[in-house]
């Protein structure tokens, strides 16, 4: 009886731990994914494979959206946003430069990664683009703003 009760206390704590886990649609790394932060504040990513900051940051708009209406709320304000780009240094090197943008400053850094290759077709480029958003998600009356969207609008 003490084992069983103390694998379920084990399992409940385990479960409230909020950690980063990119997890994609696709098992090629890309897609939406996002973490809730606390009650209405959630962190909403999107990856693709490919140089779109354009693209990737509409993306995540629109899963930032769809969340918001999954939590049967009416808005989501925009607190934050990052533009991460990653590529190879050259076409044989397994050494990644990751450019890191968040409110018109960026920040370059590198690491190995043998297995970044593997997520792209041969004939592909090589570069990968992800939006990541930290939102706040509310109920009536939206927020004034150019960082404030309606959910159903998205």
Sequence with gaps: MKNTLLIFIMIVL????????YNPTTATGSGPYHAQVNDNLYRVH?????????????LA?????KLTRQQQLDWFVV????????QPINSSSDKIIRL??????????SYDNPYFRQQFKESTP?????????????????????????????
Excluded at 14 to 21: E, L, P, S, V, W
Excluded at 47 to 56: M, R, S, T
Excluded at 61 to 65: E, R, S
Excluded at 79 to 86: A, F, G, K
Aim: one cysteine or more; glycine letters at 8%.
């Design 46 to 58: 999107y990856k693709l494979l490919k140089d779109d900051q354009k693209q990737a940051r509409q």
């Design 79 to 86: 607190l934050r946003q990052q533009m991460i780009t990653e």
């Design 14 to 21: 385990g479960g409230c731990a909020t950690q980063y886990r």
């Design 100 to 109: 890191t943008c968040d409110n018109g400053q960026c920040q370059q850094s």
């Design 126 to 154: 090589t570069v990968t683009t992800e939006a990541i958003l930290q939102i706040r998600m509310g109920r009536g009356m939206r927020p004034h703003g150019a960082k404030s969207f309606d959910a159903y609008q998205q």
């Design 61 to 65: 708009l629109q899963h930032a959206a």
